[in-house]
């Protein structure tokens, strides 16, 4: 089932950034009717360019926002706030990149990644993953380069999450994100019942907030993925659906 | 593949070789390894005098127990101190005056020499075995905690945590191991050790 303009329907219905199902028909699938030379469908095409515009800039401001040296001083000195605020602003920023791309690109870039699917997911995981370590918490506070390296890569995941969540099959994504789910529950049981600080960087009842917190967020996200894979598996196999679930029109009978 | 070999890189990198997940870790892994030395420090005594600690022109044939205070602690420090003060009355019981020696210093950029004299009074520290210091230039202490990747964050009641414990350091700043603060006579005695493995040192 196409939608009025003419684009097809996400797979998924709700994005990775939580965005709406308009948004995502504008994402990684190209209107399959040719539209764009006619009056109406230069009034469509538009609408995504303003649209872009509005994302480009509040993307840019909200990055504004988390490299100001006061916010990042007050994020980064709170272990609480530094793994439950900072590391998934980042993230989200990452999420919401490849959306500033207009649908064509867009397009062209999941066809190209559509092959490196696991290699995103890993991405995905260990770009995050990583920065739940005591030590890379505290390395970040010992040395610039490390803490340049933790914005660089849990941005980079945002973005492999994006793509891989359009591209990936839904068990791989299962796999991946169950197992992050898992590490954030564990290691957030570790921070809330260890007897010393972990991080060298940050006080004992900080840690006891960041590990509460954690297991909260692991819970969160648990359950999101669950809600998303009960939606990609009730549409995979159906043949309507398989042209509505593909990532590109020639894609149509791959899965 | 790239994907997972880099992804196994970086944590390779950032845990030492999958062996430490905690700073702690890290750091028992570099001293064990004899990687960490701390840099040459110019400090202010407990009677205001200068030295230059950690220097590459000290005797090589010293050695000392270093600790990180600040004065105002009224819980860890304070113990601290009274170790110190038996140590002290060791090494000049054993003779050891000249060769081994404790140095405590201060990581609090508010405690200037007064504040340093009535901690020396307080515990009875006396010069030259038992030195309470404070850095001269609070830029020079903060690279010295950075490469010894010593922490101290404020523990919102005026005072400090800090990671790190009791430093056994030759005279040049190399590290050899630390202990926790209450094996304070475990230090003296790998101190000591120490002395009398080094060749032509008398035990």
Redesign the interface.
Known sequence: MSHADGSLPSPSGRGVGGEGESKLTNCFLPSPSGRGAGGEGNRRMSRPRRHSGLSLLSWLVAACLLALPPVRAVLEGSMALHMLVLLPAVFALGVCLPQLLPPRARGQLAVALRPCALALLVIATAGYGAWMLPISLDLTRLSGAVNLAKYATVLLAGVAAYVACRVSPWPLVLFFGGNMVWMGLTVGMLFLDAETRLCASYLMGDQRVAGAGLIAWSVALGGWLLAWIARRANHSGRAKELRESAVNASDVGSH | ????LA?AA??YA??DGLT???????RENRIAAGAMSMPALDVRDQQGRGARWFGADARADQIYLVDFIYTRCMSVCRALGAEFAQLQARIVADGMSGRIGLRSLSFDPRDDVADLAGYGREHRARLPDWAVAAAVDPAALQALL?TA???A?P??FGGF???GGLHVVDAHGHVLRTFTLEAYQDAYAFARAQLAAAPGRAP
């Not at chain 2, 593949?1 to 997972?4: D, I, T, V």
């Not at chain 2, 430490?20 to 890290?26: E, F, K, N, V, Y």
């Open positions: 593949m790239a994907a997972l992804s970086g944590l950032l845990t430490a997940w905690t700073l702690d870790q890290r950075r990747e010593i922490i964050i523990d919102g945590e800090h990671n």
